[in-house]
C-alpha cells in the first residue's frame, strides 16, 4: 500500500497532520487523545507481578497479577501452576473489574432497622472495626453463658485454604456443631457415590491427558465442569494436541457448548442418566467386554454373562472388585438396553454401539457431575456411572480415574485440641451422641452419610426443629440467592442475628446485622490447595498484590480477632496464634521437608513462584496389581504385609498379627478393600438409618447397589416442561453479577448478555406462540417469574434450560434490578443419600407475557 | 518482508470466550452497560459467535472467533477519507507515516487506527465485511485497572484490534521475539486456554504459523470478496 503525496485532500490532512501534532498539543493537554500523542513522555513507572489465585470458581488457578503504580491491571495465568500453564477461563480477568467495583462495602457497617425484608432498607451505619467486633465478641459470650452455643452458625460456600480451618477451629473452641458448608447446594451426590463404591469421599481426579473415550454424564466439560481452565486445556489437547485423537460422548439434556463439540450427544430425558449407565453396563457384562485384570473373571473361561440368567457366586472369581454378581442378579440381569432405551429416549442400538466402544476403547473415563446428580436419583445414578470405571478397569490407571493427594503442610505449632474448655467439650459430646444436632441435621440418622444439608437450614430454623439460630456468620455464600427456593431464607432468616464477610451488597448482607467487609482476593494472602484433577497434590498461593482499596479487612483475620476478645480459652488460643498470615508462614514449613518439582521449599520461594506442586500421582494400576512411585517408576507393588508383634501380657506370651493392606488404606477404602458394587457403607448403615432411607426410595430391596430409581420432579403431571438450571463458563459462582466483562457476553452459545433468559426448542415456542426474544412467564409450583425467552435450535422440546447468575437486589449498579434468578420457581428437593439439592428436578410451564 | 498473520483453529476452540475477555482486559475497551447491549454498541474487538444448523434432533452448530481480519487488501483503509486507518509497511524502515506512538516502527502489515485523526464518519465500519470495527459512543471512564501501555480513546472515533501492537513494539524494543510459539503474542493468542490461536510472521517459512498453514486445510472469511485476510481459520 503505498501513500500517494498528491496535493489532494487527503494528501493535505496528512501534512496537517503531522504538524498539528505540535499545534494540538498545545490547546489542552488532558484530552485522552493528546496521551497517545506524548506516548514518549511517559513518567517513571514501578511495575510487578504479584503471583495471585483465582477465586471465581472453587479451581484454584494460579495467576499472575500485574501490578503497575499500585493498581492492578491485567491478571494472566500463572505459567509455573499446573492448572493454569498461563492460560485463564474468562472468568478469570474479570477480577480486575470485581476488586475496583465502585458499589463495593466500603467499610464496616451496622442495621439500625430491625426489620428484615426483601424491600426494606437496613438503615446500615457505618462503625469502626472495634465496635463492631466488640459488639459481636460480647452476643458470642452472651450466648454461651446461657447455654446456646450450639445455636450460632457458620454458614460458608467459597472456603479456600486455610478458612475452612479457622471457621472450623472457631466452631469448635466456641462449642458449636455447626461449621456447615454448602456442597449439598453443589454436587455431593457424585462425591458420595464414590464414596459408597471405592471409599474415597471427594471428586475424581482425572487423566485425561492419556484417556482416549470419554463417557460424559452430564458434566459440562467446557463451560463449568471444574477445574474449568484446565478442563479447557485437556479438551484441547485431547483433540488435537497428541496423535491419537480421544472420541467424547456427551450424555446431556440440553444442546451445550459441550454438546455442540463433541463427537455424539446422546439428549437423554432428564434424570434418567443411571438408567443408561446400567443399560451400558449389562452390554459389557453381556458382550463380555469387562476387564479382567481389576473385575475378574468366570472360572469357565470365555463364559459371559446371559441376559435373564442368574449366576452363582461361585462360578466367578472377583479380583479388586466385589458384589458383581449380586449386583447382576438383582440389578442388571435384566436392564437391557431395550429397557435402557425405554427410560432414556436413547436407542438401543446406540447404547449398544457405546458401550462397546467404551469398553474397547482404552482407556476410558465415565464421569459427570450435577447434571447427572441434582436429580432425587442422584446418588444412585452417580454410582451407575462410577461403577462404569471399575469395570473397564479404569480405577487408579493410566488414562484413567483416581483421587487427588492432599498437600504435606506442616501442622501448626499451636493445637486447637489443647483450648477446648468444658463448655466446648460438652457440646462436642453431645453432638456426637446424637443428644444435639445439626441445624441442618447433616449426620443425624436422617442424614447419616451427608456432609451437609445447607438448603434445609431455612425450614428447620423457621420450625424451630432441631432449634432456633441465634446468630448467622455467613463467608462466600448467599442463602437468600443461591437455594433452592430461596423466598424461604427470606421468610425464616427474619430473625437471625447476621454477620455478613461479603464485601458486596448481596442479598443475605441486606438482611445483615453487621457487614464486616471482606477484601477481594487480590488484597490479601491466602493459600489454595486445588479442586481435584491431576491427582498429584498442588497448591497456589495468594499474595496480596494491591493494598485494601477499601476499608476492609480479610475475613480470616476478622474471625481471629473476634477470637481474641472471646476471653477464656478460646481467647488465648487466638492471642497465641496471632494473626492468619502467621499460620501460613507455619504451613509453608512442610515445603522443607518435601519441596515442590519447581524448588518451591518455603513461604518465601512459594509466594514468588505461586505454586508448589510434586508430580507424579503416586499409585498405579497396572497387569492386575497396584504399584506405588518409587522415585524412578512405579515399581513397588503395593502388597499385604502382615505385621507380627510379639508381647507379654499378664505373664503370658501375646501375638498379634495385623494386616498392612496399602491398597485399602489408600485407594480403594472400603471395608472390604475393593471396588464395592454392593456398597458395604450403605449396609453398614444402622437400622433407624437404613428404614428412613428405604423409605425415601421406591426400590428399597435395591438400597445397596447402583440400580435406577425413577426420579421425582415437583410440578410432574400439572406441569409439562423439565427445567435445567445450568452455568454458564462466564458465571463465577453467584459472584459475577456485577462484572461488566463477563454480563456483556454471558451466553457465548446463544449470544445472549445482560440480561437472564429461557432456552427453548424452536418447535415448542412455535407451539406456545413463542417467538425469539419475547417475554414470557416461567411458572413452577414454587411460583413465577418473567424473563426473556430465546430459542435454541439444539434443545429437545421437553427442556427449558435457565442458566443462574441474575435477579439480584442489589449487588452493584450492574446487578441491580438485572433479570431474574431462577432459583425462585426451583423447588427445594433433596437426594436422600446425598442430600444434594435437585436443582435439575422441577417442571414448569411456559406462556407469553 | 514480514507479514504478521494469526491462525484460528475451530477444532480447537472450545467457545470459553477468554480470548474475549482477555482483549477487553489488554486493551482498556470500554465495557457495556445493558443500555449499550440493547442499542448494539458493545465494542468486541474480539468476539465469539456460534451459528447453527437445523434443529432437534438433527442439529449442529459452529463456535467462531473473529477479530480484524488485518486483511491485506483492506476495504477500510480504503474508504477512510482522513487517512486515519492505515496498514504498516511490510518491510522495516519502509516510508510510512505511524501514529505518534501507537504502532510506530512495527511492521508486519497490521491495520491501525490514527486515533487523533479519526472524525467518527464510520464510512470504515460500513465498508468493513467482519463488522469488526467499533465507534465510541461513549466518553471512556476512567478505570484503575486500564492498561497503561495503550492509548486511551475518546467519544467520536473508531476503534478495533491492533494485533496487541503495543505488545509488539516493546518486544522489538527490548529485543524480543514475535510469535507463537515462544514469542510474544497479542493478549487473545497467549490467553487461549485451547491454544487455539497461533500468531507470527506468515512470510517466514519456519515460523509455527507458516507450518501450520502448510499443514492443514485452512481458510479465509469472505475470500471472494477481495479482501485477503491476514487471519485463517483451519478445520
Redesign the interface.
Known sequence: MVLEAKMDRRGFLKAAGVAGAATLGVISLDKPVIRALAQGLETAREEKWVSSVCIQCPAGCGTKVRVVNGKAVKIEGNPEHPYSNGKLCPKGYAGLQLLYDVDRVKQPLKRTNPKKGKDEDPGFVPVTWDEALDDIANRLKTIRAEGKSHTVNFLSGRNQGRAGSVWGTFMKLYGSPNNIGHSSICADASKKAKSLLDGNDDYNAYDWENCNYVLNFGGAFIEAWRPTNLMLQRWAHMRRGRPVRAKQVMVDTRFSTTAIKSDEWLPVKPGTDGALALGIAHVILTEGLWDRSFVGDFKEKGRKFRIGETVAKEDFEEALTSGLIDWWNNVLINFTPGKASLITGIPAETIIRVAKEFATTKPAIAGGERGAGAHTNGTYNHMAIHALNALVGSMFTVGGVMYQMGVPYASLSIKDDEYVDDVAKNVDKDFKEHKLERIDMAKSDEWPLVSNVYQNIPDNHAAGKPYKLSVMFTYYTNPLFSNPNPQRAWEAFKDVFIVETSSYLSETALYADYILPDSYYLERWQDMAVYPSTGYPVTGFRVPAVAPVYDTRNSMDVIIDIGKRMGGKMGEYYNKLGNHENMLREIAKGFEKVPGDNGVKDFNSWAEKGAWYKKPYLYRFSNGKFYEWDGIGYNKEMKKTEEVKEEVKDGKPVKTTTVKDPVKEKLLKTKSGKFEFRSSKLEGLNDKQKDILKSKIKNPDLFAYPHFEEPTFAGMGDYPLYLSSPKMITHAEGRGANAQWLQERFGIVLGKAWSSWIELNPDKADELGIKNGDEVWVESPIGKVKTMAVINPGNPPWIVVFPFENGHWNYGRYAKGLGVNPNEIIANLSDPVSAQSCTNATMVKVEKA | MVRYGMII?L??C?????C???C???NSVT????ED??KRR?M?WN????V?K????N???S?MPIICNHCENPPC?KVC???AT??T?YKSGE???Y????GEGVEGGLVLQ????CIGCKYCMVACPYQQRFFNFYE?EE??????DV????TG?VEKCTFCVHRLKKAKAEGKKIGSPDGVEPACT???????RTFGDMDDPESEVSKLLRSRRNYQLRADLGTNPQVYYLD
Open positions: 483453529d477444532d480447537r472450545v467457545g470459553c470466550g477468554a474475549a475477555v482477555a477487553k482486559a489488554e465495557s457495556s452497560t445493558p447491549y440493547k458493545l468486541e468476539r465469539v459467535i456460534t447453527f437445523g434443529k432437534y434432533p442439529v449442529s452448530a463456535i483503509v477519507p482522513v487517512d492505515y496498514k509497511p516510508a510510512a507515516i501514529s505518534a506512538g501507537e490514527r486515533y487523533e485523526r471512556q478505570k484503575d485497572y486500564h492498561n497503561p492509548p486511551r480513546r475518546i472515533i497467549e490467553a487461549c486456554p485451547a491454544r487455539t
